[in-house]
């Protein structure tokens, strides 16, 4: 079982730039998640989708946040424009019905 | 709003101490409680708590669930080097659609020789 498998690990990027970040999560799984965890205000969801059809995206930031799950293998998340208060990890999980999240190793967004 | 509160926020035992996490929660349709350990990557899933007064146990660490003071604690006996990490409290809601979780901060462990 490979996981969950997040792209990029680390992302830097300048203020104004468009970031993509990707998640495939595992096989048979039929919800995803995308977490962004600062020191500050810890672990929090941004969006999930169940059956790739998006649920819930009151905790996504504003506007400039996006998040598409095309089919059940794949989705991304997308900041357009990216602004250094971004800066954080972001993190990917997947589960089966009512299982424990599993978690991908994130995508570390340092916005310069 | 959904709460989630753990403490001490942080905590630096020697190797050998035992240690209680805290974690209470306010929440809106409750389902279940869980508990991670993050090191320096993804959060690893330890436990998940559904049922009060149940001891969930796996080698030195232990949890339970009080759902009638809402929360949750989390032991480490005879502590090493190793359980240093942040330990995640997290509260699955029922949606009616999937386990959606909400995270407190965490505790940070660290365990010195």
């Known amino acids: 079982d490979a996981g969950v498998i997040q792209s990029p690990r680390h992302e830097v990027t300048e203020m104004g730039q468009e970031v993509t970040l990707r998640c495939k999560p595992i096989?048979?799984?039929?919800?995803l998640f995308w977490y962004r965890q600062t020191m500050m205000r810890g672990l929090e969801l941004l969006i999930y989708f169940n059956n790739n059809v998006p649920i819930d995206d009151s905790g996504m930031p504003e506007d400039r946040f996006s998040a598409k799950m095309p089919n059940a293998s794949f989705s991304t998340l997308k900041i357009q424009p990216s602004e250094p208060r971004d800066s954080a990890v972001y993190f990917c999980a997947s589960s089966f019905h009512n299982s424990p999240l599993h978690f991908g190793n994130g995508t570390r967004l340092t916005v310069t | 709003e959904d709460k989630v509160v753990q403490s001490p926020l942080s905590l630096v035992v020697h190797e050998g101490d035992t240690v209680t996490l805290n974690c209470s929660y306010e929440?809106?349709?409750?389902?279940?409680l869980l508990w991670y350990k993050q090191e320096k990557k993804a959060p690893t899933f330890l436990f998940m708590l559904?049922?009060?007064?149940i001891e969930k146990k796996s080698g030195r660490l232990s949890s339970i669930l009080d759902k009638k003071e809402l929360s949750s604690i989390l032991n480490i006996t005879a502590t090493q080097t190793g359980d240093s990490a942040i330990y995640l409290c997290a509260v699955i809601l029922n949606t009616g659609t999937a386990s959606k979780l909400t995270f407190g901060t965490g505790t940070r462990l660290q365990v010195t020789l």
């Open positions: 929440v809106t349709n409750f389902r279940s």
């Open positions: 559904t049922s009060s007064g």
């Open positions: 096989s048979g799984h039929n919800s």
